[in-house]
């Protein structure tokens, strides 16, 4: 269902309720017991469980210890694609101890944000960031959304829109930036291929950047050589970025 401006301010207005409500809800940290028996505060990927054909799933660092919060990192696939296409980014969690939540879109082409009609993935990346944050110790002060193309778009968007829920924003290669409000201030990381046919980088990147320093958001820029896909080393730079960032006071 389509959600409009008014009723899309009524899903951030309950989110950026009473303390970081939606979003935070108490984590005990303490996990639970996985199908098969296995405790899910054990290292490894676990899926939501809230989804039926299109889930999505957490991955749980090596080196996760229950009471000792970490970064929580929302990842976001592209276009037509679903959540086992950002595994590229585990051993990164792993090396920088961020627990990843990567959700798989409602609509099998894309994000809500992207087809322009809000409602459907807020509330699903919504309850799957609750029911994380219940399961495992997060640090409230580190809490991103990120990812790659159309994911990069949503997550920029989205990102913008609950800035006083987010800390920081990574956006590899993305193709539109709009947001329905702007709160807060979280820090921007933005990456694209300077040689990109699917998201032209003049029209994209060289536009977002200026336009997003113009309105005081910290931005972080990097362009490659390179096409519409990742570059490993500046994907390595992204995960050392938001590990070392933290909430402006």
Not at 40 to 55: C, H, M
Not at 58 to 63: L, S
Not at 92 to 98: C, M, P, R, Y
Request: net charge neutral; hydrophobic share 40%.
């Amino acid at each position: 269902m389509a959600v409009g401006r008014r009723e899309f301010l009524t899903f951030l207005t309950c989110l950026a309720g009473a303390p970081r409500a939606a979003f935070f809800a108490q984590s005990n940290g303490q996990g639970q017991t996985a199908q098969g028996g296995r405790n899910q505060n054990a290292p490894g990927r676990y899926p939501l469980g809230l989804g039926d054909d299109r889930d999505g799933f957490v991955y749980i660092p090596a080196g996760y210890t229950a009471g000792t919060p970490l970064p929580l990192l929302i990842l976001l696939h592209g276009a037509g694609n679903t959540s086992l296409s950002v595994q590229y980014a585990l051993p990164l969690a792993d090396e920088f101890s961020v627990i990843i939540l990567a959700p798989d879109s409602r609509d099998e082409r894309t994000w809500d944000g992207v087809l322009r009609s809000w409602g459907p993935d807020v509330e699903f990346i919504s309850n799957a960031v609750a029911q994380t944050v219940a399961r495992y110790s997060v640090d409230r002060d580190r809490l991103g959304i990120g990812g790659f193309s159309d994911g990069a778009s949503y997550a920029l968007s989205f990102g913008i829109t609950f800035g006083d829920q987010f800390t920081s924003v990574i956006a590899m290669s993305p193709g539109v930036m709009q947001p329905m409000a702007a709160r807060g201030k979280p820090r921007v990381f933005i990456s694209h291929g300077t040689n990109d046919p699917v998201m032209p980088i003049d029209i994209t990147s060289r536009t977002f950047v200026p336009k997003l320093k113009s309105l005081g958001y910290d931005v972080t820029y990097r362009e490659y050589q390179g096409r519409h896909a990742p570059s490993p080393p500046i994907v390595h730079e992204a995960f050392d970025w938001f590990a070392r960032s933290a909430r402006v006071p």
